[in-house]
C-alpha cells in the first residue's frame, strides 16, 4: 500500500489517468475540488464537487480527474495499493511526475 500527497495550484488539474489494476482513495486535505470520472477519457459522465475532509474511490479501470475550483492550491491524499513509486520519492511539479522535466 501507498499514499501520495499533492498540491495542486489554482486552476489547475491532476490530469486524465487511469489505472487498471489499481482501486484508489483520494481525500480533500484543503481546498475544493470537481471529480470526473468515466470509462472513456471522452466520457466523464460522474462529475462532483468535493471540499476539505471529504473522499471519493476511484475504481479500477474507470478514467478520471481531479480539478481545483478553488482560488488557492488543492491539497490532496491518494492511496492505493501495491506501491507504484519508489520510497521516499519526490516530484516537484506535474511535469516531473509525468517524466517531461529533468
Known amino acids: 500500500m501507498q499514499m501520495t500527497v499533492m498540491c495542486i495550484p489554482a486552476c489547475s488539474d491532476v490530469g486524465l489517468e487511469i ?8 481525500r480533500i486535505e484543503q481546498g475544493q475540488c470537481s ?8 466520457e466523464l459522465c460522474f462529475r462532483q464537487n468535493l471540499c476539505a475532509g471529504e473522499c471519493v474511490c476511484i475504481p479500477a479501470g474507470t478514467w478520471h480527474n481531479i480539478i481545483n475550483i478553488g482560488n488557492n492550491p488543492l491539497k490532496l491524499s491518494s492511496i492505493y495499493a501495491p506501491p507504484h513509486h519508489p520510497r521516499g520519492d519526490t516530484q ?9 522535466d529533468c
Open 19 to 26: 489505472h487498471d489494476n489499481t482501486d484508489q482513495i483520494i
Open 92 to 100: 516537484a511539479t506535474k511535469a516531473m511526475a509525468m517524466g517531461m
Open 35 to 42: 471529480v470526473r470520472m468515466g470509462c472513456c477519457p471522452n
